[in-house]
């Protein structure tokens, strides 16, 4: 599963079409295609903390688990400043820094086949560049939203520069916006497969039985997680349940049920 | 390999920070102002991050040593542990360090002096009672040797100090600075096992038995001390068959008479630490055979348990003086 935030529909584009995204009515302009979806935020940190969060309730609805499902990749892609640095060249970012609240975060960088840099996300544009820094609007609200609804390693931002020293702000307009991004996709889309590889490492044990327990029997919450754990390590030791055995859909009560699973986990011999 | 190095503001311009940056030229090196930081920052997956563990270099301010839990030793009167390094290289699923620690990255504290000094302290606190640093508990004590020298270290200023004894605990291989010096007489080099069946189940990244005990070898007849660790005992219908075979092994290669020390230790973990493990492993069949709760640990139960120390060390007198074997519970 994965999530991309952008700024700007000059941004998004060339993304949208290279991840073959269709525009869905939504609240905000959603674009999406199975489990993948793209949102833009409009300009500004405050925004994309809260259109990330937004997008994040989408997702949680849709989910079987809602709150739980962590392993879902977040991609924050856009344009940066750099003092230096070409104009068309692309990071990912391995230090975000709120200019305002000065709170950094550091994604963490699992063989990001792409260089890293440091960001430094600002309220407004800036004057002057600081050294060694991409700038760019959203990143920090980005990253503090993202990571709370997924793991730090999965939540990363993608930024290609757009202007520097030579070529400032003042020059950056929708269509350069876009054309800087577009001339990158390849290393973008190398960049979410990446991720999304590493996302499968995540990959839950099959416990979809578990929903016709529901359906069978009323579990309470603190029994619904003792199931939960029961079905997974009967998938473990055994195999998956792909549907309720005679003799345990037989049984009357919750107890019974949970008891009937316990002893089918508990008697297997010890072997690895 | 290493590909990112987070640097600690305060030892930004450490000798050792060089030194150790220098080996990974191509490394990314991220300044931070602490390393808590990155290391203990909300929302990290131990498991991602043991794909590819990036390094932390920084400053330890306190508690270089401490006390081992009870029980914990090879027949000294005080014992204590020092880390300058928390997290393995390797990645053995029963390790506790999955369930203790937020980030799998490696931390290096590069003021190793320090640690030395509250070392010399210590010992001479105890009046010349018997005192024991175990290296080794939150890290392996030699795999990232040739990284970081120091056990080099270690060894030169513990052969200074005969009051005070080093265990240095490893899985690893990394012998090459011990064969170019001298053994000192205060120091044993104790390995840690498990069965074969166990190791490759479990132990991933971790060399063959083959390969730990020609290690061993090496270093028994270069005159080191050698010890042996078989800390955790896991659980088989096999069990004893394994150990009879592990032990064979062990003993056909290394001499048994000049063997330091012993230990065994039945498998049990934290109950918090036990269920970030099953979050991170739930497909990991150790997490799921029938293991009980008591007194806050997970384990196979106190019958299998005694089982398992009682069959080990049944084997373990076939070959060894029992006066220098050590339970640990």
Redesign the interface.
Known sequence: MLNVVVATKAEAESLITALHLKHVSATFPLYTKDTTSLVITGIGKCRAAAITSWLAAQSDYASASPGRN?SVCWLNVGIAGHCDAHIGSIFCA??INDFGSEK???P????PPLP?A?LTTVDKPLDDYIPDQLHDMEGSGFVETA??Y??????QCIKVVSDNAEQPFSNIDAKLASHVIAQNIPSIVQFIDHLQT?AT??K??DISIVSEFLQRWNFSVSQKIILE?LL??YS??HSPMTAIPADLNQLKSTKEALRWLTHS???????? | MI??I?IEESVRDHPRTREICERFPSA?Q????KYN??FN?????F???K??P?LILAHKHKGYVLPTPPDYGIGGSHNYYFSHMLNCVYDCRYCFLQGMYRSA?YVVFVNYEDYFDQIESTAKATNGDDAWFFSGYDCDSLAFEPVTGFMRYALDRFSRMPGANLEIRTKSTQIRELLTQPPIENCVIAFSFTPE??SQ??EHRVPSIKKRVLAMKKLQNHGWKIGLRFDPI?????LEADYRGLFTTIFDSIDPNTVHSVSYGAFRLPKPFFKKM?TLY?????????LTEHDSQVS?GEA?EEQCRSTVHQELIKFIDECIIFPCS
């Open positions: 962590k391995h230090k950094v975060w550091y963490p960088q699992i063989s890293s440091n990571r709370m997924s793991y730090a390693e999965l939540v590493l490492n995540l839950p044990v754990r997974q390590r473990v030791l986990v508990d008697s297997v011999s010890y072997s690895l | 590909q990112t987070y990314t991220i300044d931070c102002e930081s990155v920052s909300n929302s990290q997956n498991r991602l991050q794909q590819q990036s990255n069946n166990i189940s479990l896991v659980h088989s219908k096999t099953v739930p497909e990991e069949k150790l997490f799921a055979l029938p196979f299998t």
